[in-house]
Nanobody, 116 residues
């Protein structure tokens, strides 16, 4: 069974940076996509960053140029470097891993709060 553990959330002032980490336990291969979603209060969960077709990476328009997703395959860990944070980035951030087609595991979520 795959489990995901996230860390790195917290409170930061606008313009600051945070780096989120998400480590998967269990059998994860490089072909298993990993990425990040977020959910702000009263809003639907939205994709922040994740693998696209081929070797592309999808980013939400609102984070392009500020957030960077990366992955350490040896550590089964995906990172989200968040720079130039804005109050509207405040949300619970969830990582995911696609175990197989239609089978996605989620982390427990980590709170990111950006003060103005």
């Amino acid at each position: 069974q795959v489990q995901l553990v996230e860390s790195g959330g917290g409170l930061v002032q606008a313009g600051g940076s945070l780096r989120l980490s998400c480590t998967a336990s269990g059998i994860i291969a490089a072909v298993n996509d990993m990425g990040w979603y977020r959910q702000a209060p009263g809003k639907q969960r939205e994709l922040v960053a994740g693998p696209g077709y081929g070797y592309t990476t999808n980013y939400a328009d609102s984070v392009k140029g500020r957030f960077i997703i990366s992955r350490d395959y040896a550590k089964n860990t995906v990172y989200l470097q968040m720079n130039s944070l804005k109050p509207e980035d405040t949300a619970v951030y969830y990582c995911y891993v696609d175990i197989s087609s239609g089978n996605r595991a989620w982390g427990q979520g980590t709170q990111v709060t950006v003060s103005s």
